[in-house]
C-alpha cells in the first residue's frame, strides 16, 4: 500500500519568513495530493490540493508544487502569519482507492511573532 | 457547507465496555472514512465505507468494526475496548473527488 512521509515533525519561524514542508510517497498510481491543515482544538481542514497532471499549483501565500519523477511534494508558505501557526498534514491518494487518503505524520509549524 | 458531526466530543470508557462512536453527514457523500489521530503518528486509517452496508478495512481495522445502514450515517465500533484505543477518533466523508471533510473528533479514555 501507499506510503507518506512527512519532514520536519515540527517547525519554528519568525513572522513574515517562508516556511517548507516535504512529503515523500511511494505509491506511483497515486494521482491526487492534499495538504490539511488542524488548528488546536479543531477539525482538519484542506488549504491546497494538486493532481499529477499538474506540477505546481498556489492559491495566495500558499502553494504545492509536486515532482512525480522523484515522488515528492511540498507546501510553501510565504509571509507567514501567527495564524499560519498549525499542524500542517499532507496525503496521498489514487487509483481505485475511493478517494482512501494515506496522510504523513504531520509537521507543527510554529510561527513567531 | 458540508457539515460531518459525530456524537461526543468526549467520552471516557471503561476496560472491556462496548463503545459505539457515530458520524453523519449531510451532503451525500458516498464515501465516509473513521481515523485515529495520535501525536506523531499522523491520521490512520481504521476503516471506510464507499456504499451503504459496504466496508473496507484501513491501516489499523484491528480491535474496530463499522457499520453503514443509512448513506448518511457510518458508526465505529469499539468491540471491547482496551487503553490502547485511547485516542482521537475523527470521521470524514467525501464525493469520488477525494476532498475529504472531517467532523470535530471524539477524544475517547480508556480507564
Known amino acids: 500500500g501507499e506510503n507518506v512521509e512527512q519532514h520536519p515533525s515540527t517547525l519554528s519561524v519568525q513572522e513574515g519568513d517562508s516556511a517548507v514542508i516535504k512529503c515523500t510517497y511511494s505509491?506511483?498510481?497515486?494521482?491526487?495530493f492534499p495538504w490539511y491543515k488542524q488548528e488546536l482544538g479543531k477539525r482538519p481542514q484542506l488549504i491546497i490540493d494538486?493532481?499529477?497532471?499538474?506540477g505546481e499549483k498556489k492559491d495566495q501565500r500558499i502553494a504545492v508544487t509536486l515532482n512525480k519523477t522523484a515522488k515528492h511534494f511540498s507546501l510553501h508558505i510565504t509571509e507567514t502569519q501567527p495564524e499560519d501557526s498549525a499542524v500542517y498534514f499532507c496525503a496521498a491518494a489514487g487509483g481505485t482507492s475511493y478517494g482512501k487518503l494515506t496522510f504523513g505524520q504531520g509537521t507543527i509549524l510554529t510561527v513567531h511573532p | 457547507d458540508v457539515k460531518v458531526t459525530q456524537s461526543s466530543r468526549y467520552l471516557v470508557k471503561r476496560t472491556g465496555e462496548k463503545v459505539f462512536l457515530e458520524c453523519v453527514q449531510d451532503?451525500?457523500?458516498?464515501?465516509m472514512f473513521w481515523y485515529r489521530q495520535d501525536p506523531g503518528l499522523g491520521l490512520r486509517l481504521i476503516y471506510f465505507s464507499y456504499d451503504v452496508k459496504m466496508k473496507e478495512k484501513g491501516d489499523i481495522p484491528e480491535g474496530y468494526s463499522v457499520s453503514r445502514e443509512k448513506k448518511e450515517r457510518f458508526s465505529l465500533i469499539l468491540e471491547s475496548a482496551s487503553t490502547n484505543q485511547t485516542s482521537m477518533y475523527l470521521c470524514?466523508?467525501?464525493?469520488?473527488?477525494?476532498?475529504?471533510?472531517f467532523g470535530p473528533g471524539t477524544r475517547l479514555t480508556v480507564l
Open positions: 505509491d506511483s498510481a497515486s494521482n491526487y
Open positions: 494538486i493532481r499529477s497532471n499538474v
Open positions: 451532503m451525500d457523500h458516498e464515501n
Open positions: 470524514a466523508s467525501s464525493l469520488s473527488g477525494y476532498e475529504q471533510f
